[in-house]
């Protein structure tokens, strides 16, 4: 079975630093791009960027480019995402997700579809 | 930036009713956008792709449609499990993936 599993839950004091990983399995880890997703409490979804673990190539979307790190082990299959200074504006729920592979639909390339999600890691940080 | 709205952000239905919900671009994005639903306290599931295609094991009452600017989702006829919130996703502008704000479907 093709899965993502995250972390589990942490609850962490203002300007603590953080590392929460999201582990793939049944498939190749290392040939897919994966994304993460913020979901602040009872928001929606907020795109933060992708890493290749096969080398670590990182893509930031600009609202969170220098506030978070990505980075992955291709050893292992672990993607990471990590804070080096928590603020209390970083509580929520974090997913990462899988990037299908390219495929050709109606002659076009379709590369942005996020078909495998883990079960998201909830981060809270509070004094 | 690609911005992405989609309207109405909540509705009320009744089980087997027929439901549209609709995604707009700020830009043309082609047929590139998906539709993932999420249901109370769970991780998003793609649910269609490419603007049209079901993904794999997904209801066929479940339907995509458009290009373009103009999206929509359509649930043929509402089921219990499908009380949820949707959100559309571009996947034009790499890498820059951005969701709609969401629309929540409840129960009349």
Known sequence: EVQLVQSGAEVKKPGE?????????GYNSSSHWIGWVRQMPGKGLEWMGLIYPGDS??????????????????????????????????TAMYYCARRAALTMVRGLIIFGTFDVWGQGTMVTVSS | DVQMTQSPSSLS???????TITCRASQSISSHLNWYQQQPGKAPKLLIFAASTLQSGVSSRFS???SGTHFTLTISSLQPEDFATYYCQQSYITPL????????VEIK
């Open chain 2, 64 to 66: 995509g449609s458009g």
């Open chain 1, 57 to 90: 190539d990182t893509r930031y979307s600009p609202s969170f480019q220098g506030q978070v790190t990505f980075s992955a082990d291709k050893s292992i299959g672990t993607a990471y995402l990590q804070w080096s200074s928590l603020k209390a504006s970083d």
């Open chain 2, 97 to 104: 993936f951005t969701f709609g704000p969401g629309t929540k």
């Open chain 1, 17 to 25: 630093s953080l590392k929460i990983s999201c582990k793939g399995s």
């Open chain 2, 13 to 19: 239905a009744s089980l087997g009713d027929r439901v």
